[in-house]
């Protein structure tokens, strides 16, 4: 399905997207804006496509060996899937936050410092300066600041998940992915991960697939409601809630499936 948003400036266009796993069709006909500065969220029922599409988006989908796409995927009006293009570096650009925290069993300046040490960065205080701002833009700074050498692996679930959105923010990309990044966390966690989104957005085009509908409610300005592999509708989250075009929407919705 075609749907396209013209009320913002869009960072990213999926334009026409078909992809497979070996035979089976898992996204079809897909076309959707993601809005710089803004947080568009993806809802459906599991299955129907949400995470498949947002793996498109930073070319996480290579790294699966039965995939193949068709159409195109444009950042800053480039197809990410032209022969020219770097994934590495689309993937700096484009960052992904998972479902399940998964820092590296390293000290937690190490994980913050390990992307711009990748990226050719090795001065001490430049170093230093990084780490110290990625961490104070993830709300982690303070709860960290005087254990920054101790493991990463002794922090909480919901400061392992703030910690990988340093880890991502410290290689200054342009937009954040977020495979539900509160599915494994208790609801305090939850909250710091919603508030920590909206002030993501001042900075960063945000794309978030939840399964939770209250909470694409509360932290999005656009959501995609995905069925079976397409986009069945697309809007401004206040009008996908509140006035829902398709049936297909309202019902899902409304609990009547899903």
Known sequence: ?????????????????????G???????????????QVTALIGP??????????CLNRMNDLVDTCRIQGTVNFHSKNIYASDVDPVDIRRKIGMV??????????????????????GIKERKQLDAIVEKSLKRAALWDEVKDRLHDSAMGLSGGQ???????RTLAVEPEVILMDEPCSALDPIATAKIENLIEELK???????VTHNMQQASRVSDYTGFMYMGELAEFG????????????????????RFG
Request: hydrophobic share 35%.
């Open 23 to 37: 035979d089976s069709l898992a996204l079809r006909d897909v076309t959707i804006g993601m809005p710089d500065r």
């Open 202 to 208: 001042t900075e960063y085009c945000v794309v978030i």
């Open 160 to 166: 392992q998940q703030r910690l990988c959105i340093a």
């Open 236 to 255: 401004t989250t206040r009008q996908i809630f509140e006035a829902p075009r398709e049936t297909l929407t309202e019902n899902y919705i409304t609990g």
């Open 1 to 21: 399905m075609v749907i396209h948003m013209t009320e913002c400036k869009e960072i990213i266009q999926v334009d026409h997207v078909n992809l497979w796993y």
């Open 98 to 119: 998972f479902q399940r925290p998964n820092p590296f069993p390293k000290s937690i300046y190490e994980n913050v410092s390990y992307g711009p040490r990748v990226h």
């Open 46 to 55: 599991s299955g129907c496509g949400k995470s498949t599409l947002i793996r």
